[in-house]
């Protein structure tokens, strides 16, 4: 088959690497494979370096401009003509969406939408989320299949008119990574994230100011984005700059792993982080909010903690609890590896994909 696969951020957050490994193993198996990405980014390196060809649409952008979106919509219409996928596999809302109008238009046989997320469940004004919701309901109905990263995803949108029959869910999947050797011997606290507002890293900022008044140890931040200079500053402003390490944009970035004791995600909105999987998949005991797909990956007690939003103080006893009691890291780190390999197999998601794709 000839396979484009299509996003709108050429980053190389959770979306990115998704569509990184379907290219890849797509290529493995003999299939024509391009990928259609906004800006020149790590994904677009990392896919050079496997071969596989890019097709670079510069003006495509997460931020929603009217003139920018026409022309990046004529690109697409112009690819899909040219290239005439067999599969157009299409990634993020506005890629999604324009890449959904283009395909319809231009007769692609297959045109299979992937939700990593809904960007109405972020905190938006009222307006803005019906705005979003109903482009999101005209990608669903436009494309031929939708696959939704978590049942909570599916059931965010299974409701809403004629889409239902188009919606299945096919959890991510890893293989197995190596990881550096750990060094530094002090407790550590880590998370890898895109530094957006959603992630809810100013809530583990709050906590983190009064867990470190209580012990010795070291929060580290893997990642970019829009928040990262804010996240700094207040860091400054909460006095716990010396304990606190951004280390900015770091390839590979999951090998860091192996240097974390505890593994923190208190997103305002998820659908089904990759990262997550990740830390599980090395035994590190998590502490996350019960966001989009999270609950369908953590048991609260069983292998891992499950907080409220917005809640630091919560976050903050809970950092305590596992600090002071290694044979409960150990445990809920257990239990996370064992349902991560049982569940989350590459393997099975590639299988379930590509069937699509028939």
């Not at 979003?132 to 299974?158: A, M």
């Not at 209580?214 to 700059?241: W, Y």
Request: aromatic letters at 10%; proline letters at 3%; hydrophobic letters at 45%.
């Amino acid at each position: 088959m000839k396979i484009l696969y299509g996003i709108t951020k050429s980053n190389f957050g959770g979306a990115q690497r998704y569509v990184f490994d379907l290219a890849t193993e797509a290529k493995k198996k003999g299939h024509d494979v391009a990928v259609l990405s906004g800006g020149k980014g790590v994904l677009v390196e990392k896919l050079m370096a496997e071969k596989i060809r890019v097709i670079p649409i510069t003006e495509m952008r997460r931020d929603i401009y009217i003139g920018e979106e026409i022309e990046s919509f004529f690109k697409i219409l112009k690819v899909l003509r040219n290239e005439r996928p067999d599969v157009s596999h299409i990634n993020s809302s506005k890629m999604g969406g324009l890449g959904a109008l283009a395909g319809r238009l231009t007769g692609v046989k297959k045109i299979i939408f992937t939700a990593h997320g809904w960007a109405f469940n972020e905190p938006r004004p009222v307006w803005q989320k019906v705005f979003i919701k109903f482009f999101v309901w005209l990608t669903i109905l436009l494309s031929h299949k939708t696959i939704c990263v978590s049942e909570k995803t599916k059931g965010d949108v299974e409701g809403w008119p004629f889409i239902k029959n188009k919606l299945v869910v096919i959890y991510n999947g890893i293989l197995s990574f190596d990881l550096t050797q750990r060094e530094d011997k002090i407790f550590t606290v880590g998370t890898i994230s895109e530094l957006h507002r959603i992630k809810g890293l100013d809530i583990l900022l709050k906590a983190w100011s009064k867990f470190i008044k209580k012990h010795t140890a070291m929060l580290v931040i893997v990642g970019e984005g829009e928040e990262k200079q804010n996240l700094e500053n207040m860091a400054k402003k909460l006095g716990i700059s010396d304990s606190v390490t951004f280390k900015g944009f770091v390839d590979n970035a999951r090998s860091l792993l192996s240097g974390f004791d505890i593994f923190c995600i208190p997103s305002r909105s998820e659908a089904m982080p990759y990262v997550l999987l990740e830390a599980g998949f090395v035994g590190l005991p998590v502490i996350a909010t019960p966001v989009g797909g999270i609950p369908e990956i953590i048991e609260n007690g069983i292998n891992g903690i499950l907080i409220p939003c917005e809640d630091a103080e919560t976050l903050f006893s809970s950092l305590i609890l596992l600090a002071e009691d290694e044979n409960l890291r150990k445990r809920l780190g257990a239990h996370l590896k064992a349902s991560i390999q049982e569940n989350f197999l590459f393997e099975k998601m590639v299988e379930k994909t590509f069937n699509l794709y028939l």
